[in-house]
């Protein structure tokens, strides 16, 4: 086959398609089954939206194209009156209800949509065209006037003048309406089943009453039945079930035999006028070609007393039945099931609460319906169409002659997606997206892992007063495990290929409503999590500059929401540069890294306490020394002891050992004002043991090193280094690239880098040495917290709560504890301090103190220890310090 480029039709549709393997080609279509190049068999169940009602390729609508072949019969000849056009006028005056007997002719139902309104206004002299919400007429600029659904109008500034929309299923608002503009209204126009909108039947007598008051108020009544009409719900027009007899009827789609595109518009003479039969006309309009096929289609439905519309509304009924008892069967699954004939929308609960970020998020994002229509089509070869106007609906609309035996198919299929949506095996349905397309065999119960949003409880007439937003990401693999628990049997590599799979969607979306937290001096919140589909490879990698992209169209997401302040995620604030390139976006933005600082550094000292560290003696390590957490944790970290190994990025030499020296200047700086304060701990303590010795040594480099501390300026860390080689002093700082050198020789370990992969593994760590991984994707790898059973590993940065609140999933933490960038930005909310916060790479000990002084205002805390997956107690923490006394005694270290 010809390589042909597929972005020539439609990019955007294009990218959508392949993104949920929606996008095969289709060579062969045989009855209710196409066939794609690879050779793979499809039933197909969306039959084009009801414009194949046959099947494909059906004989007698060949048989009546040969039939025009043969006879010769001209296809265009206006502004003659061609006879098949002729013909099938007739034919369809004869069948249609009431006066309906002029019939316009053209190539779409837009098409006859825009002739009903030009009739309808020509007709009365009135402009006012009325339709109803969540409706369909089309997509040319009158229908999609007349479409009530702003997502489709917008971009294309529709409406145009003379259009609003009412609630369907709402006489009483068409008749407040009527009453309001007498005398202005030109037409309504309605469906008796919505069919982009959802599958929405016409409640029993609307039909009808909206026809009374139409007729009362001298405004034509149409009937859109573009979709409904010929046989798709059971009659030959759905118009039979209310025996309405509409001014003006819109026939398309199935008109054309799945072959041909025509649509008519049907009038009246009373609506009918001189006008619009003069002006009113279309170069393609009256097509003997086409309306020869539509002829041969009234002629099979109208066969043998409308057999087949009768054995469609028997189809149509048991589809009805049997889906209703799937939805009793899993009870909390489906809304609701509902239709008329062969047209039927099976509607799914919001998934806002299922327990699942990635469900929250798609359903955020109007993709469920296409998961579950990729789902079906890769993994049970039945193919449906997504809906863009109804996302959590799946469309049934198969050809009208479909097998009973497919049909049984289609309802297995359905019965196993309910399944797995109510024991809440969601991970199934994502699998065809790695290329796994098994049909599913073991649906394994997650319910009892899937937790609900907790909130705070509120009294009668309270309410939240303020409002933050977080935004996340999936750092690493075991994070969409935390958040959804049924990715469980997902591999590694599985995981990584959803992440990247999921990163393609580009937008940010609503994962989490906290609807109050309270805080411990009764101040009230709530807040949003909105996630950013890139994981941490794809974020700190090719993704990057659409990362940030997708950031900020999330920091606007949360400033619409009422959020006061934004907190920045894991690696967010890492490519928005600590968050100042969505600085300026009418919201406060913090990245979270003070806060997270002073929790690490408390977990840190605490972990010391347990493991019995003597701190004046201890070597601590920062790995990520250079970025804004691990900054600010060396530099907290050297008021409490003086040996520092200071860890770089090895893949960027120069600028890491740069950034590396400045830092060093930095502690030593600290150091020297804290010692001026009186403040003699820590490197501080070092500082004024190394000037006492100096004054032995009588160093020139001495005096040097002390006028520049005077002066503010920065002592090089190569000068550094001559003094304590002159004074006899082991350097207590040190600055490297290299783990596996300096790593080991550490006792306090924090660990705050910006990679995407794992830097700390078995062999990095000595016995009885303390880590506190602050990282978001961790920096030690799982294998080094299961094997190294003599080394304390905690993960930093977790807050406890004023209250027991969860957000769902709670980014896989117990109810009342969260991540202290998430904390900080509850914390600035709380407070009403709507400022930015820890921008960029130098964190200030102020804003520190600050947000220290916050915490306990409102009640927010370290929480316990954890390592790994498990929270330690008292016990478990000797016991790792009893590993570890082991380890050391047959080392010879003890």
Request: negative net charge; proline residues 4%.
């Amino acid at each position: 086959m010809i390589n042909l480029r597929r972005d020539l039709l439609n990019p955007t549709l294009k990218d959508v398609l392949e993104n949920f393997c929606l996008d095969k080609t289709y060579t062969v279509g045989q009855g209710s089954y196409l066939i794609d190049d690879k050779g793979i068999r499809y039933l197909d169940f969306i039959a084009q939206y009801g414009s194949v009602p046959f099947g494909y390729n059906p004989d007698f609508i060949w048989d009546r194209l040969d039939m025009v072949r043969h006879q010769g019969i001209p296809s265009l000849c206006q502004p003659s009156l061609p006879a098949e056009a002729l013909k099938l006028a007739n034919r369809l005056a004869e069948v249609t209800p009431g006066d309906l007997c002029y019939c316009t002719f053209c190539q779409s139902g837009t098409e006859a949509v825009e002739a009903a309104i030009k009739l309808a206004r020509s007709s009365t002299g009135r402009e006012l065209i009325i339709s109803t919400t969540n409706s369909f007429h089309g997509k040319t600029l009158g229908a999609l006037s007349a479409t009530g659904k702003s997502s489709y109008q917008e971009p294309f500034r529709a409406p145009a003048p003379g259009f609003m929309h009412i609630p369907y299923n709402d006489t009483d608002a068409l008749r407040a309406v009527l009453e309001a503009r007498r005398g202005e209204a030109a037409a309504f126009i309605v469906e008796p089943v919505q069919g982009e909108g959802g599958i929405v039947v016409a409640k029993p007598g609307y039909l009808r009453e909206v026809q009374a008051l139409c007729r009362e108020h001298e405004v034509v009544f149409i009937v859109d039945e573009i979709q409904t009409g010929l046989g798709r719900t059971g009659r030959l027009f759905a118009c039979e079930y209310e025996a309405i007899e509409p001014d003006v009827l819109l026939l398309a789609k199935a008109l054309g035999g799945g072959l041909l595109p025509i649509g008519v518009c049907i009038s009246t003479p009373q609506v009918w006028n001189e006008d619009f039969g003069m002006l009113h006309s279309s170069t393609f309009a009256n097509n003997n070609v086409t309306c020869a096929v539509g002829q041969a289609v009234l002629e099979r439905l109208l066969d043998n007393e409308r057999e087949l519309i009768k054995d469609v509304e028997r189809k149509g009924s048991y589809m009805l039945k049997q889906l209703r008892i799937i939805a009793d069967r899993y009870p909390g699954v489906i809304k609701e099931v509902r239709g008329q004939g062969l047209m039927i929308g099976v509607e799914f609960n919001p998934l806002q609460e299922c327990g699942s970020y990635d469900m929250a998020y798609l359903v955020d994002q109007g993709g469920f319906s296409a998961l579950l229509t990729g789902f079906l089509l890769n993994c049970y070869q039945i193919r449906l169409a997504p809906y863009l106007n109804n996302s959590m609906t799946l469309r049934l609309e198969p050809a009208l002659t479909i097998e009973d035996e497919a049909m049984e198919g289609v309802l297995k299929a359905v019965d196993d997606i309910c399944r797995i949506m109510f024991l809440k095996d969601y991970a199934l349905l994502y699998r065809y997206l790695i290329g796994d397309t098994t049909r599913p065999g073991r649906i394994t119960d997650y319910r009892s892992k899937h937790r609900k949003t907790k909130a705070s409880a509120l009294e009668t007439g309270e309410a939240p007063s303020k409002k933050f937003a977080f935004i996340i990401h999936y750092p690493g693999p075991e994070d969409v495990v935390l958040n959804n628990p049924s990715f469980d049997s997902y591999s590694r590599d599985e995981l990584y290929r959803f992440m990247e799979w999921e990163s393609r969607a580009a937008q940010p979306g609503v994962v989490c409503h906290l609807p109050a937290v309270r805080s411990k001096d009764g101040t009230i919140g709530e807040g949003w999590l909105i996630g950013v589909p890139y994981g941490g490879r794809e974020i700190m990698g090719a993704c990057r500059e659409d990362a940030v992209a997708a950031i900020r169209k999330a920091v606007d997401i949360g400033r619409d929401l009422g959020a006061g302040i934004i907190g920045l995620g894991a690696l967010t604030s890492v490519v928005t540069r600590g968050g100042r390139s969505v600085q300026g976006r009418g919201v406060a933005i913090t990245s979270g890294n003070s806060f997270t600082t002073l929790m690490a550094m408390e977990a840190l000292a605490a972990g010391a306490v347990k493991m019995n560290i003597n701190l004046n003696q201890a070597r601590g390590a920062v790995l990520g020394a250079t970025g804004s957490i691990g900054r600010a944790c060396a530099v907290m970290l050297s008021e409490q002891i003086a040996n520092i190994t200071l860890l770089g990025n090895p893949a960027h030499v120069r600028s890491s050992q740069n950034r590396l020296n400045s830092l060093v200047a930095e502690l030593l700086n600290w150091a020297w004002q804290r010692s001026q304060q009186g403040q003699h701990t820590g490197l501080a303590a070092w500082l004024d043991e190394a000037f006492e010795r100096a004054q032995a040594a009588d160093l020139p480099l001495t005096k040097d090193i002390e006028n520049t501390f005077r002066d503010g300026g920065q002592v090089p860390y190569q000068m550094l280094q001559e003094w304590c080689a002159g004074l006899k002093l082991t350097c207590p700082l040190c600055v490297s690239l290299d783990v596996d050198s300096t790593l080991p020789e550490c006792q306090l370990v924090v660990a705050a880098s910006n990679s995407p992969e794992y830097l700390i593994f078995p062999h990095h760590l000595r016995s009885g040495a303390v880590v506190c991984d602050v990282a978001r994707p961790a920096d030690v790898s799982p294998e080094t917290i299961a094997s190294r059973r003599d080394v304390l590993i905690l993960e930093g940065g977790l807050v406890q709560l004023p209250d027991q609140v969860a957000f769902g999933a709670n980014l896989g933490y117990r109810d009342g504890v969260t991540l202290a960038c998430l904390s900080e930005t509850m914390l600035l909310a709380l407070e009403g301090d709507y400022r930015d916060y820890s921008i960029g790479n130098v964190l200030s000990l102020s804003t520190i103190t600050y947000l220290r002084d916050l915490a306990a205002k409102h009640g927010f805390g370290l929480a316990g220890l954890k390592m790994g997956n498990d929270e330690l107690d008292d016990t478990d923490i000797n016991r790792i310090f009893q590993n570890s006394r082991v380890s050391l005694k047959a080392a010879g270290s003890l």
